[in-house]
């Protein structure tokens, strides 16, 4: 299988997986008028294909005569159950994760779902490995969390705001309307998910039966495939919003909706693969975990900018809410470095 040998080239990974990672949420944008749940099927589908163009190509070539085939014949079977097990729980987060972006858009969803699955993964790294000195962890963690508490503060006014010009222009009666908080818990539900993947993902790579990364993302991959017409079942049954949806509504898509799925799909897994692969680079090749923990963080940053400035998602706020977006990205900001150097500090 084909792995960094260069720094360069490990690097370059990582600042391709923060690129896939920060932009495939675009995809659901681009498909337009197009319910979530059926979106996701493209979705899941773009996943699997990729993960296995990926690893019948890339993961088998190369000089050292390992393939992931190879590979998944060495690795042990419990290896394999958490890489599955890694991609059913990660699917569902995510799925919740598109769901609020359907609610509230990209700046306020990828935020709080990323950055409470980084505060619930850290907790989770902190069981595994404890540091001599964890207070750089769990304030970056806390400094997080407050960044996630402005931004709820600023789409609540932004959305009040909204409703108040709507009432000046006689389109509603009342100012009384509350904004409805279902986007924000369909989104914490997600991160509280989004972080219990990650351990799953780390415990199928260790040990001398670890799988390696080609691997990790085709079991991870059928995981998700296979979720995805599962939690579908109850979703579109269940709608989180508008009405029930049957399985022949995906079939009247057109062909953009179609391959906007697929394409965020793609995205999504050649940003997994990315990281995965650069993780497994050794020697002069292998960047330091702070850089790589960093990078794939700032994929949050990098889509709700997405959703500032090419989306325009929160157009026409006022000044106040503004500032509090930046307060909350400086914050995001920080708290990432924070919680990517706390290992160096805490040794």
Known sequence: MILPTTYFATLALLVLGLLFWGSWANTFKLAGNWRFELYYFDFALGVM???AIAAFTLGSLGFDGFSF???LLHAGKKQDVYAFVAGGVFNLANMLLVAAMSLAGITVSFPIVMGLGLI????????QNPLSSPVPLFAGAAIILLALIALTQAYKQYKLHALDELVRTGQVKSTRKKVSPKATIVAIVGGLLMGCYIPLVQKCMEGDSGLGPYSVVVLFSLGILSSTFLFNLFLMNLPIAGVPLEIFEYFKGNLRQHAMGLLGGAFWCAGMLSFLVARAAEGPAAATPSLAQGLSGAAVI??????????????GAQPKVNAILGVMLALYSVGLITISLAPMVGR
């Open 120 to 127: 619930v993964g850290v907790f989770f790294i902190f069981a």
């Open 49 to 51: 294909i990729t993960a």
């Open 302 to 315: 990098l889509s709700a900018l997405f959703g500032l400035f090419l989306w325009k998602e929160f157009h």
């Open 69 to 71: 085939r190879d590979d």
